[in-house]
């Protein structure tokens, strides 16, 4: 890795940290110069996080746009920069180019990661609204764990527009949002990042192993119909358990 893409003092961390010390200290690889994946990056600049923004090609006009007005903890480079610079990575590219994006960003980068996946696997080709290339018996979050078994991946925040993502009080009350994976200390990382976010600990919901992305990306059919009911994307549901 180029000395130029190293910003920050603090050492990588191991798995031996507590999830807690993992997600206040880790520096963020960011994949995606998307709506999603800027926003996602500014948050984590805002909380005090070093954050390379990766792309296809190192100077893309969105991610240097993006670091320039983002300040001295951010950066940009390729998907291989900004996975070999994160010690833990965010995927925010669109679902169909997750996959092409992630063998980009390089399994050797990748590897002993936690992976936070956020994509969701929209098909665009028929027009709107979209429909899903995957569902039912597999979910892209199993697609990317399968090519990357030695990444830890987590599926969370693929079911709120992205502005709710990093501050939920702009739906008011209490909401939930989804997290699911196969390596425990992954979600509980996961789960402090998005305290940190201003997710409260009751409104993070842990739906099982990494099988429950295709519930969670399957939901997006849905969602897209209550966005048509209510004419805005600012929304989310609440689970309410009866007694």
Known sequence: MPPSFVRGDSAMLGFHATPRERSEMA?????????????????????????????????????????????????????????????????????????????????????????????????????????????????????????????????????VNADIMVDPSIVPGSHTIFLCGDDAGAKAMVADLLQSFGWPADDVMDLGELAAARGMEMYLPLWLRLYGAVGTARLNVKVVVGG
Do not use: Y
């Open 27 to 159: 520096r963020f690889g960011v994949l995606g110069t998307g709506s999603v994946g800027r926003t996602l990056a500014s948050k984590l600049v805002s909380l005090g996080h070093d954050v390379m923004m990766g792309s296809r090609q190192a100077g893309n006009e969105q991610a240097v746009e993006w670091a320039k007005a983002a300040g001295q903890l951010a950066s940009e480079g390729t998907f291989a920069d900004a996975a070999a610079f994160g010690e833990t990575v965010v995927n925010a590219t669109a679902g169909g180019a997750s996959l092409d994006a992630l063998a980009a960003a390089g399994v050797e980068n990748l590897a002993g990661k936690v992976l936070i996946d956020i994509s969701n696997p929209l098909d665009f080709s028929r027009g709107m609204p979209p429909s899903l290339v995957v569902c039912n018996t597999d979910s892209l979050g199993e697609q990317i764990q399968r090519a990357f078994p030695e990444t830890s991946v987590v599926k969370a925040l693929n079911t």
